[in-house]
């Protein structure tokens, strides 16, 4: 009997608005990067590449959407973002800054007059990330200081230690009327885009979660991305190919954050920086462990979503939503609807990079419990850098805590998430069981320690031994007792 026709596969044209016009591009393979299409196809190699990977932020470039308050900047990396990727938005380059007479751009001028270049393989990223600050804030009146010009060049490296002088310039920027944007006119060309809802498009893009469902029922063998920061790496590193994308970022549904009385629910849409922070207006110790997630660009573009399903053991967002109780929502769509089911997230994985999805299974949303009253929360990652590294150890732990009439703080219950120490992002139940219902004093310390530095047989890497890996579970533990009973502040950035 003869298979049925196979329905080849259409690649739809790429339009995006650049130098003040929107541009089309015809046969963009699906899987080509942003930093490729610049720098091969188009010869625009002021954005250069370097390592290829998401983590130096020499590539940065600026993108720009539309939403109902004028256009939102994002600083990325165009190494790991798909070409496809910023369909329907606007795009600046280091080379789109400075006016038709030479008149250099504010962020531009700064980093010369303050000596901001020194080799100058890394200025174009660095200038880039400046320049999404300056359209977010010193366009809008706003200053920058040195805490948010720190972050927001957290993705940039530079190899020849000029950093000081790049922070002065970024304290420095101050706004140009000459160089202000017509957001109005930039807005409109991209609403004047048509959608792209070819159902058989090499990479598409839904707009609605019914369109996603159904191009996940119709195509399962299709890649599934979101911000593509670590499926960007399977094409940058690993070389692989992907004929077929879906991608869920345009869905309207996924790119909310509902508020409601019992929990948050994060669309799988929804970027790790807007996600952390919603998560943080409520437990404000979330923001500092954010900042060391990942670096300003992967933090744009990288959505919690993505994160979780990707189901890496190191992934730093894991241990924190397990120790918080969430859940994810895993929707299909079967016999002519949607359909749905709630899954524990620490139920989710099978094994490593491994999970309960079916293949024509999405992960829409996670459910995050809003804080209770007696809650205490210390969440930790371990890394050899401080900032922008994947972490060797990731603990978290949401303790309820209740004060006797006598004193002593007694653990109604407890909740510990960790990464790093299996082939899964993991939940330390031994170690729960351990606590819960005793004393919060350091005999049950001792115990609790114990246990956890054996609930777990992390293995050797580069980053780590399994001993250390160990001992440091431990080391954690102690560190949130310490704090969680008012006896020392131990977090570094207690410190500034």
Known sequence: MSSPPVTPLVVAPLRFWHRGAVVQLGNVPPDRTLLALLREDLHLRATKEACAAGDCGACTVVLAEADPSGLRYRAVNSCIKPAHAIDGQALWTATDLALADGTLHPVQQAMLEHHGSQCGFCTPGFVMSLFGLYQRRVACGDAVDRHSAQEVLSGNLCRCTGYRP???????????????????????ALAALPPRDAPNAAYQLPR??????????????????????????????????????????????????????????????????DAFDALAAERPCIRAWAQRFAGWPIRQSGTLGGNVANGSPIGDSMPLLIALGAQTILMAWRDGRAVHRHVPLEDLYTGYRRHVMARDEVL??????????????GVYKVSKRMEDDISAVCLALQLQLDTEASGPLRVRQARIGAGGVAATPARARQTEDRLNGQHWDAQTL????????????????????????????????????????????VRLEALA
Do not use: K
Request: hydrophobic share 45%.
């Open 446 to 489: 001792q115990q609790a320690q114990s246990t956890l530095e054996n609930e777990f047989h992390p293995i050797d890497d580069l980053r780590a031994s399994g001993h250390y890996r160990r001992r440091v579970l431990g080391a954690l533990l102690e560190r949130a007792w310490r704090e969680s009973t008012g006896q020392s502040e």
């Open 364 to 377: 829409a949303w996670i459910v995050v419990p809003r804080p209770q009253a007696g809650e205490w929360l």
């Open 208 to 273: 609605s979660l019914d369109a996603l469902l159904q191009a996940r029922a119709a195509q399962p063998q299709a890649q599934l991305i979101a911000g593509a920061t670590d499926a960007g790496l399977w094409i940058t590193q690993h070389l692989q190919a992907m004929p077929q994308i879906i991608d869920l970022t345009r869905v309207a549904e996924l790119r909310r954050i509902e508020i409601h009385p019992q929990h948050i629910a994060i669309g799988a849409a929804v970027s790790l920086q």
């Open 166 to 188: 790049i922070l002065d310039a970024a304290c420095a920027l101050q706004a140009d009327a000459r160089h202000a944007l017509d957001e109005t006119a930039i807005a409109q």
